[in-house]
């Protein structure tokens, strides 16, 4: 019997149209339902699951197919990993592993899961360092995992069974194992089944229902259904049915080919032997009834579906291509060599979709709202499936869930990235790095120079590094043409002595900072005012012609959007923020947007080049080009420049004494050289690694970084943005957090190093008193001016701290108490002092 019969037979038995003759009127398809979820495969039946664990079983699981898990669940390899690259990732797999092993006491329904451990093997040195950042991020979370010697690793795989002489170590983890995938898809199902969940197969989703931005039913091959919520967990098939809705909901993802091979029985393989993960060879090892599975996750993978995924794609597989893996294979034959010698008794070549930056499609769609998606998990659908719909449904029932997820929030894309020719090309690339080492700063290759900033000539022409943030090409620094940015260390880059050159500027003259990548909105109309007055908790009724560092908080109090805001009229404000926040400050302008139409908000982000100037000899270098006053802090202005034609700007300073140039982006070189031609000798450009040095250096937390959703103005310390005098989003959960306390605090480190070699990059545990862990660290890689020491953020957690509700309070608390912390940078502990 194949493979997919007999996971096909063992499936619970739902309702279905095809076993029930399919009679439309048999099926007893609900009028309505409060959710609707669309997908069975292991990510639609854990949201079901975890929906009817919070008592929501009012809810339609509808899968297209004959059976659950038909689509891409039934060819999973079943690998159960705890260690991810961040905190939040590696508390959603230690959540699944302890579902996976209660589901059967809980379901009656078996998954399979065997508690065989997991080894990661390094043949480099770095990735003998990666391991190493990996251990103590799981210590920090409470995962048990241990360094081993080659000889340790040789034992743990019962003395012979893989080739250890040229192992530089390896990485236990004892908890890991693996399950069967569609046994856990199924188990999912029947525990929402059980209680009182509807699971219907064989039934096609042609339309989610839309009024007013907002779902209001499904239509399906058999009827509508009228629902509250609709969440897509279409795996695959995700980015296609996201184009069925008015409007479309843009689901970045693509499928690739994606290739293991599994032999017949192997006389005395352990049926308890570890999973053997070799990031530096692209391969994985299991055990497999008897036998062994290898997989691979190639350098260059092969994308397929490019027209569209087949109809009745269903417990089916693509053909197999033993060219295409034979490197691969090779590399796992030299792990295991017993491999060679084995059978292959079938290659798997199922695909898989991946998304464009690795990382995970969770939350509510920008487009239309209670519309919910859960897709894209690159190849660890099986592993964090239950993270992944436990933390679904609690954004849909709390609002928010209670992992911080916003790295996946479905809100960080931009339109470019759904385009069929961007993820075609960049998946390519996406499946290789998957097990490729996360060097700090490591940039993708494929689907590049979708934005350009107007001076990218003048930048390339000085020598500019680029990276990629939101599709935009952005200056990382300014070398000599002998530097690239495939420089892959752990340690400190060689390019630091560039960026030392253009932070020296932006302290002792000036730097200009090349910021057009920003988010840029434009907002106006007679209720202007009052819109932002409520979203940003700063007080925003200032004078005309002034500039404000403002937040907007969620109901929670958590940080939603940081920006810079300007009011030039009464009723007519720019509001700036980082690349990063495009999509997401769009949307949360727009739902809070007045019924009465009377604010309207423009994406000015393609329209304006952003400059920005940053030391003491700023306002000289300006007037000098320019003839202008100087600017005060926080003010702004409109300015009319003549270069050959009009030129409106506008210009605004910050409390930093950063000066921001606001120009049409047309107008964008004519600014720039006439700043440079007047300024040769004290204006020099700089790139981001110097802007993002200079904020670590001021204390300056940024999103992604020290800001999110789950982060306060209080924790964050910006306690002087907050307007307690006036109504804004989240002002009582802020009243409520300052009267209780906080529990943890942004704070600011110097690292004790005589050596000069350490470099955070960030996650890298803060310890005090021994060994006892107090927080994470946010932000590195950069170093202090004058001492040329690391510095880094990061938040300490103060649960026995209370009624410190300013920034200064927190302050002089931290530099009273002891500096006994040390930061673990790859596995070294270094002292660190708290700077303030």
């Known amino acids: 019997m194949s493979l997919f019969r007999r996971l096909y037979a063992r499936r619970p038995q739902f309702l279905s149209k095809r076993a029930q003759g399919g009679d439309s009127q048999n099926l007893r398809l609900p009028t309505q339902s409060r959710v609707v979820v669309c997908g069975g495969g292991v990510i639609g039946s854990s949201v079901a699951y975890h929906l009817a664990q919070r008592g929501w079983t009012d809810v339609v699981l509808l899968e297209q197919g004959r059976s659950l898990g038909c689509g891409t669940t039934w060819h999973a390899a079943g690998l159960i990993g705890l260690l991810r690259p961040t905190k939040a990732l590696m508390t959603l797999s230690k959540y699944g592993r302890e579902l996976y092993k209660s589901l059967e006491t809980k379901t009656g329904f078996d998954?399979?899961?065997?508690?065989?451990?997991?080894?990661?093997?390094?043949?480099?040195?770095?990735?003998?360092?990666?391991?190493k950042r990996l251990l103590s991020l799981a210590k920090s979370s409470r995962i048990e995992a241990h360094l081993v010697t080659p000889k340790e690793a040789n034992q743990l795989?019962?003395?012979?069974?893989?080739r250890t002489d040229d192992l530089k170590g390896a990485l236990w983890v004892p908890q890991g194992g693996t399950a069967n995938p569609s046994d856990v898809c199924q188990a999912l199902a029947k525990g929402a089944s059980q209680k009182g969940v509807t699971i219907i197969t064989s039934s096609a989703v042609n339309?989610?229902?839309?009024?007013?931005?907002?779902?209001?039913?499904?239509?399906?091959?058999?009827?509508?259904?009228?629902?509250?919520?609709?969440?897509?967990?279409?795996?695959?098939?995700?980015?296609?049915?996201?184009?069925?809705?008015?409007?479309?909901?843009?689901?970045?993802l693509h499928s690739t080919e994606h290739f293991y091979v599994v032999t017949q029985p192997i006389k005395g393989i352990p049926n308890m032997l570890p999973v053997m993960r070799e990031y530096d060879a692209g391969v994985y090892l299991r055990e497999w009834s008897g036998g062994v599975c290898a997989g691979a996750f190639e350098v260059e993978a092969k994308p397929c579906f490019a027209d569209g995924i087949p109809d009745n794609f269903e417990f089916q597989l693509l053909p197999e291509d033993w060219e295409h893996i034979a490197g691969p294979l090779e590399a796992a034959i030299h792990r295991m060599p017993a491999l060679g010698k084995a059978e292959i008794r079938q290659q798997i070549n199922g695909p898989e979709s991946f998304t464009p930056d690795n990382r995970y499609i969770i939350g509510e769609a920008p487009e239309i709202e209670n519309y919910f998606v859960a897709a894209g998990l690159n190849s660890t659908g099986i592993a964090n499936a239950a993270g992944v719909g436990r933390c679904l449904v609690e954004w849909i029932i709390d609002g928010q869930p209670s992992v911080d997820l916003t790295l996946m929030d479905i809100k960080r894309f931009a339109e470019h990235h759904n385009e069929k020719s961007f993820l075609y090309n960049r998946v390519k690339e996406v499946v290789g790095s998957i097990y490729a080492l996360p060097y700090p700063g490591k940039q993708f290759n494929e689907s590049r120079g979708v934005k350009w900033s107007p001076l990218a000539e003048r930048h390339e022409n000085a020598g500019a590094v680029w990276c990629e943030v939101m599709g935009n090409e952005i200056v990382q620094w300014f070398g000599d043409g002998k530097h690239d940015n495939d420089e892959n260390t752990f340690g400190r880059p060689r390019w630091l002595e560039f960026v030392r050159a253009?932070?020296?500027?932006?302290?002792?003259?000036?730097?200009?900072?090349?910021?057009?990548?920003?988010?840029?909105?434009?907002?106006?109309?007679?209720?202007?005012?009052h819109l932002v007055e409520k979203l940003c908790c700063v007080k925003t009724n200032m004078s005309n012609y002034s500039q404000q560092h403002a937040i907007m908080l969620n109901e929670k109090g958590g940080i939603e959007v940081d920006c810079q805001l300007v009011r030039l009229e009464e009723n007519r404000y720019f509001l700036l923020a980082a690349a990063e926040l495009l999509t997401r400050a769009h949307h949360w302008i727009r739902k809070h947007l007045p019924e009465d139409?009377?604010?309207?908000?423009?994406?000015?982000?393609?329209?304006?080049?952003?400059?920005?100037?940053?030391?003491?000899?700023?306002?000289?270098?300006?007037?000098?080009?320019?003839?202008?006053?100087?600017?005060?802090?926080?003010?702004?202005?409109?300015?009319?420049?003549?270069?050959?034609?009009?030129?409106?700007?506008?210009l605004t300073k910050d409390k930093m004494q950063a000066t921001s140039i606001l120009v049409p982006a047309k107008f964008a070189i004519d600014v720039y050289d006439q700043l440079m031609k007047s300024n040769r000798n004290e204006l020099?450009?700089?790139?981001?690694?110097?802007?993002?040095?200079?904020?670590?250096?001021?204390?300056?937390?940024?999103?992604?970084?020290?800001l999110s959703p789950y982060i306060s103005p209080l924790?964050?310390?910006?306690?002087?943005?907050?307007?307690?005098?006036?109504y804004f989003i989240g002002k009582e959960a802020l009243l409520s957090q300052r009267e209780d306390g906080i529990k943890r605090t942004l704070a600011l480190f110097r690292l004790e190093d005589p050596t000069g070699e350490v470099m955070p990059w960030g996650n890298e545990p803060i310890r005090k008193r021994g060994e006892e862990i107090v927080g994470v660290t946010t932000s590195g890689a950069t170093f202090d001016v004058d001492s040329e020491a690391a510095l880094c953020l990061g938040y300490v957690n103060l649960a026995d701290w209370h009624n410190l509700a300013t920034d200064k309070a927190i302050r002089d608390h931290l530099v009273e108490m002891e500096n006994d912390y040390v930061i673990d940078v790859s596995g070294k502990a270094y002292r660190a002092k708290i700077v303030y």
């Open 157 to 162: 795989c019962y003395d012979h069974w893989i």
């Open 207 to 252: 339309s989610i229902l839309t009024s007013n931005g907002r779902v209001w039913g499904v239509e399906t091959d058999e009827g509508n259904i009228r629902c509250e919520y609709f969440v897509n967990c279409g795996g695959q098939w995700a980015h296609q049915l996201g184009k069925k809705s008015n409007p479309q909901v843009a689901i970045p």
């Open 684 to 706: 020099i450009d700089a790139g981001m690694h110097a802007y993002n040095a200079w904020r670590v250096q001021n204390g300056l937390a940024t999103w992604q970084r020290e």
């Open 111 to 131: 998954t399979g899961f065997r508690e065989c451990g997991s080894l990661y093997l390094a043949t480099t040195q770095d990735s003998m360092i990666y391991f």
């Open 715 to 726: 924790e964050a310390g910006m306690t002087d943005l907050i307007d307690y005098t006036k």
């Open 502 to 529: 253009e932070l020296l500027a932006a302290w002792q003259s000036s730097a200009l900072f090349d910021l057009t990548s920003f988010a840029k909105f434009e907002i106006r109309g007679r209720g202007a005012l």
């Open 597 to 650: 139409q009377s604010v309207t908000v423009f994406d000015r982000t393609d329209d304006y080049a952003l400059l920005s100037l940053i030391g003491p000899k700023t306002d000289t270098i300006l007037s000098r080009a320019f003839d202008l006053s100087t600017l005060q802090p926080e003010e702004a202005k409109e300015a009319d420049f003549v270069l050959g034609d009009f030129s409106p700007v506008i």
